[in-house]
């Protein structure tokens, strides 16, 4: 048999909660992994680096050198750069022992190359500095001060167990000593790649630290939206006896002979009626979105005639004088026809409407797998502020307590269904506001259940 698969449009909070957990660590694991991927691009540097110095050395200044063992060293850095290269390719989650394993190798290959080179007496020695600050930005505090003892226990065993390269130390030749002139290079390497790579590892974190800004605030505004969504279905609740005694009361009066011999009152009582099963309709429209009496309610049916009747409806039940409604989709498709979209729906032209009393349009396409709905009027549109702030809970230009709920509930809800709204100023005057939807979060699923 056949049975309907669909989201669920306000429920699942802690689904929400699960969600924004899965959020905040694809957020760490992404600056891990930038981070990472910085420490084999300064390790690919560091590779050519010891090429050129020791090329230099050797054929230039014709520095004694054991070349076997250094290229050897050479050869297992670039081999495990390689590895860290496709281990680090694909997205992972990057750990702080991760992190610290990788310095820990970028220190052991170091200390090697320093001992086969003169140990301490070699003016490249201060690179170690780069390590412990590197450490100091990407790692936990533990691990930092693991980083400094393991650099320093290096540093005392080159002291101890290195052969001093043979440089003169001619200090009193200022600048033309070749000891001084490493050490300026030293100085000048270290300077530029802190400036460089420390920049770019505080953007990923400034990122990262934005992004989970961005989530604190996205959670605070989801929460509002549960506190609205209970004061709404007690309110609901409350609303139901009072508006089912007027809706017997209205009915009483019809059948007295003091309002049947009226035909102006009958048409007052009518009018009431009507309104009365408006206030209804939104009471029980609550109580379904909040999963209450809903049970398998939702109706199956196509976007194209969702969308049809949703905007008979509305311009029936509103003092709207002029609405367009233009339906550019060709291909009709089945969907779930679900309370809380429709309201969404209704939200973005009812404020519309406020605007705009005369005149308002709404166009509806599908591009590629997204439903686009555009909603436009001929009102005052935005101001700067409001659209700086759309979306934002009391956001709104009516004065009046509570103003700018609806566009913040529209905007909130089509996150969770995984689309957006988006609102501007027209050239010609007036507001525009596009929402998409992914049709996937709408689509009729059918599912074939055969028994045995």
Known sequence: MASVNHNQFTGGIGGAARAAAAIVSKITHAAGHKNMQQLIQLRWLAVFGQIVTISVATLVFDVHLPLPAMLSVLVCLIAFNIASTLRWQEYLAVSNAELLLALLVDVASLTAQLYLSGGTTNPFVFLYLLQVILGAVLLDKWATWLIVAVTAACLAGLAAFSTPLMLPLDHGRGIASLYVQGMLLCFLLDAALLVVFTSRIMQNLHASAGKLADLRQRAAEEEHIVRMGLLASGAAHELG??????????????????????????????????????????????????????????????????????????????????????????????????????????NVLDNALEASPDWLRMQARVNGEMLELQVTDAGPGFAPAMLAQFGKPYQSSKGRPGGGLGLFLVVNVARMLGGAVTAGNRAEGGASVHLTLPLSAIALVEENNNDN
């Open 241 to 346: 006896t009072p508006l089912a005694t007027l809706a017997v009361i209205l009915g009483d009066w019809r059948r007295m002979p003091e309002f049947t011999r009226n035909p102006d009152l009958l048409e007052e009582i009518a009018l009431m009626q009507t309104q009365l099963q408006r206030c209804k309709s939104i009471v029980s429209g609550i109580l379904l979105s909040a999963g209450e009496t809903r049970g398998e309610s939702s109706e199956r049916t196509t976007i194209n005639t969702f969308l049809s009747e949703l905007a008979e409806e509305w311009r029936a039940s509103r003092p709207v004088k002029s609405f367009e409604f233009d339906n550019h989709i060709e291909h009709d498709i089945g969907v779930v026809s679900d309370s809380t979209l429709k309201q969404m729906i209704c």
